[in-house]
């Protein structure tokens, strides 16, 4: 099994995160943010990775702390469960349609992270979230994992739709891309020999 494990403790944050590649989508999420829950939530279930997700963050300041910090540890249980990579497919890319709303999420677990955004909102909140928030989780992750990730909303109306759309794109993209390729046997997929730099 590949898993990964980060526990860290700060001034704003407490966090327990918990991965494994090659579950079956099983979740245990609290965040504070109910909306942040719901998306982790969905994540994991497309993915099919096993994520436990335990913050008590500084949520009487705002939700920044809590949604940042618990982007960093899921993206960092993430690459410590990946280890050197060898074997796995790479990449993922996925179109994903909620109702009106269609997504498209394209990523490589390059070591190198970058994010390109492409996707807006037209209200400050979805539940009790700042949705000015979730490019930052993205960032945070993207960052945290070593991915480059790149984020479309192609179309859509409904706030709710174009986010969940994006998540739920996102966990079948890295669902494809940390998949084990038989035919690559223990080899990293680099001509380099390793990912990174």
């Not at 590949?2 to 079956?24: F, K, M, P």
């Not at 249980?77 to 060898?86: P, V």
């Not at 669902?175 to 001509?191: F, L, N, Y």
Request: with cysteine.
């Amino acid at each position: 099994m590949r898993t990964g494990s980060i526990a860290r403790t700060t001034h704003e944050t407490a966090i327990n995160v918990a991965v494994n590649l090659d579950g079956t989508g099983v979740y245990d999420v609290s965040t504070g943010i109910g909306f942040l829950d719901h998306m982790i939530e969905q994540f994991s279930r497309h993915s099919l990775i096993d994520v436990t997700c335990h913050v008590k963050g500084d949520l009487h300041v705002d939700q920044h702390h809590t949604t940042e910090d618990s982007a960093i540890a899921l993206g960092q249980a993430i690459a410590q469960a990946l280890g050197d990579k060898k074997g796995i497919t790479r990449y993922g890319t996925a179109y994903s349609p909620m109702d009106e709303a269609l997504a498209r999420v394209a990523l490589d677990i390059s070591g190198r992270p970058v994010l390109i955004w492409k996707a807006a909102f037209t209200q400050p909140r979805l539940g009790e979230m700042d949705t000015e928030l979730f490019e930052h989780w993205f960032q945070s992750v993207a960052q945290a994992a070593g991915i480059t990730l790149h984020i479309e909303c192609l179309y859509g109306q409904n706030n709710h739709h174009i986010i969940e759309g994006i998540f739920k794109g996102f966990a079948r993209a890295m669902r494809a891309a940390v998949e084990i390729d038989p035919r690559k046997g223990d080899a990293v997929p680099s001509t380099k020999g390793i990912l990174g730099g």
